[in-house]
């Protein structure tokens, strides 16, 4: 028999560094899930990603149980990674402040193309650029499907 689902939360965790102090523990403590726990859980599962930013989905059940699934790095951050940045451009607009290849855009969706709402690389390499053009990052040469 399957166990009553009694919600869901989502966090943004560096891998590896999973602790009870906020915003995990009182996140977690509030909807009575065991902290310590999912720490240990999460911690053993991304210590091959520590430091990265990872997006995972807690499911809790009403007996206080969970489960969780771990995402890729969000898109923003592995621009910023590609583009060896800090941070976008206060004003995207105006002020660039890097250059991507097309195919360094293809590598990123690649690696996200599961967790983002599309079917193919293509349109993947889009939503990958559009998030690199509002961080002020330009991207280099023409769409490779056009050529």
């Known amino acids: 028999m399957a166990k009553e689902i009694a919600g869901q939360l989502k966090l943004q965790i560096k891998g590896g560094a999973a602790n009870p102090s906020p915003p995990v523990g009182p996140a977690l403590g509030s909807k009575g899930v065991n902290i310590m726990e999912f720490c240990k859980q999460f911690n053993a599962r991304t210590q091959d990603k520590a430091g990265k930013v990872l997006p995972v989905v807690i499911t809790y059940y009403a007996d206080k149980t969970f489960d969780f699934i771990v995402k890729n790095p969000p898109v923003a951050i592995q621009l910023l990674e590609a583009t060896k940045q800090k941070s976008g451009s206060a004003e995207p607009n105006r002020k660039k ?20 709402n599309c079917f193919t ?24 499907a056009n050529n």
């Open 97 to 116: 402040v890097a250059e991507i290849t097309w195919e360094q855009v293809r590598t990123i969706a690649e690696d996200k193309m599961a967790d983002l």
């Open 121 to 144: 690389v293509e349109s993947a390499m889009k939503m990958v650029a559009g998030t690199a053009r509002s961080m002020g990052i330009t991207v280099k040469g023409t769409f490779p």
